[in-house]
């Protein structure tokens, strides 16, 4: 026994796994050189390990390593796409179409483009989460550059219909940008099949470390041209200047790696585990799941309870489990989520949310714990109006 809390909020971000450390290791003591100094033995094993990292990433995305461009996570990738192409495309164009569920890496860049003038549409979402195709298609003109729609939601896990929108795109000629910052390693991601043209990838969601990030960029059909966001010393073929930082690198890779040689048992085992957790829950009366219950990602489930805060329940369940009221990364604003907003949540519904993030560690056993410990303190908080 431990009395340190279970931790079930793997959306925010997800333990470091022990073989990534092993990975990671060697780059930070004997193998510390500079990817970029071309001249040494320091620098060549450098510089073949982020090549070697380079290659990974790109195979579990059906891209070329010459397409990966390193960032410091999803929030920069994202801004280098979107600043990059709306600054790189705005002879041809000023609208921007994205979607009310983003996260704020993607909708705060978007907001700022529209403080130089861009246009951005803030396509609504159905009451499952997902997009409506028919809308997207309805939003696209002649002066769109760039349609971004996440790949999974931090949220509520909602898998949106990549292929479909690429599809789309493609056919007009519009970029389209995919945050997959929850997605990778989880599900099934091919830059080719889905015809997406930018991607955004991170570190720490897929047991890897923090501090590291990708943007795919497409080369070839069509060459996405980007405006770089920090300018300097030329790395990442100008795109992206900075030294390259091998230990997190490699970390980032190896967990890539591992995610996808395991992904579909994990996702058995994971969907079995938030079977059981809503299965556990459902007792509860005024309980309801939010967004698309089959097209999620496996290892999570969102709920709202009437007549509980969400943010006084997890405030309640933390001697015990760890989880998140809303996103992790708003759960300091007193705001409701802006996700759940979407959905056509009430307010009071939209505060009463919890998100549990079922992870790599978590075994059945706590996921039993997690339940009759969240029927327990929903009991607790309500009025007690029936006996
Ligand atoms: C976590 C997350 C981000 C931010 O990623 P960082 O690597 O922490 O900057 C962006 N988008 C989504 C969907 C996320 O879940």
Not at 12 to 39: C, K, Q, W
Not at 45 to 58: D, G, H, I
Request: charged content about 20%.
């Amino acid at each position: 026994m431990t009395n340190r809390p279970i931790y079930l909020d793997n959306h925010a971000t997800t333990p470091l796994d022990e073989r990534v450390l092993a990975a990671m290791l060697p780059y930070f003591t004997e193998h510390f050189g500079n990817p970029a100094s071309i001249s040494h033995l320091y620098g060549w094993e450098a510089e073949a390990a982020v090549k070697q990292a380079r290659q990974t990433l790109a195979d579990a995305i059906n891209a070329t390593p010459e397409e990966i461009v390193f960032t410091s996570g999803a929030t920069e990738a994202n801004n280098l796409a979107i600043k990059g192409v709306a600054e790189a495309y705005f002879s041809k164009g000023r609208h921007i179409i994205t979607v009310q569920t983003e996260h704020n890496a993607v909708l705060d860049p978007c907001e700022y483009l529209q403080t130089l003038g861009f246009e951005v549409t803030f396509l609504p979402v159905q009451s499952d989460g997902l997009i409506d195709l028919s809308q997207l298609e309805k939003a696209l003109r002649a002066d769109t550059i760039l349609v971004s729609v996440m790949a999974a939601n931090n949220e509520i896990g909602v898998i949106q219909p990549l292929a479909e929108i690429g599809a789309m795109c493609r056919q007009r000629q519009v970029l389209f940008h995919t945050d997959a910052a929850q997605a990778i390693g989880k599900i099934h991601l091919d830059v080719d099949a889905m015809k997406i043209d930018l991607m955004s990838l991170t570190g720490h969601k897929v047991y890897g470390p923090k501090g590291i990030g990708a943007l795919y960029v497409r080369r070839r059909n069509p060459r996405v041209q980007l405006s770089p966001q920090l300018h300097g010393g030329g790395h990442e073929r100008g795109m992206r200047s900075g030294t390259l930082y091998p230990p997190q690198i490699v970390g980032f890779a190896k967990a890539v790696e591992l995610a996808l040689a395991e992904r579909e048992s994990e996702a058995q085992r994971l969907t079995q585990l938030r079977q059981e957790l809503w299965e556990a829950l459902s007792c509860i009366e005024g309980i309801h799941l939010n967004g698309h219950p089959t097209q999620r990602l496996p290892g999570n489930l969102n709920i709202s309870v009437e007549g509980v805060d969400g943010a006084a329940l997890s405030l309640g369940l933390q001697p015990i489990v760890a989880v998140s009221s809303g996103a992790a990364c708003s759960s300091t604003k007193t705001a409701p989520s802006h996700v759940l907003m979407a959905l056509g949540r009430s307010e009071k519904l939209a505060y009463a949310s919890v998100r549990f993030g079922i992870g790599r560690y978590t075994t059945q056993e706590e996921i039993s714990q997690v339940a009759n410990t969240a029927i327990a303190t929903i009991q607790s908080l309500r009025p007690q109006a029936t006996n």
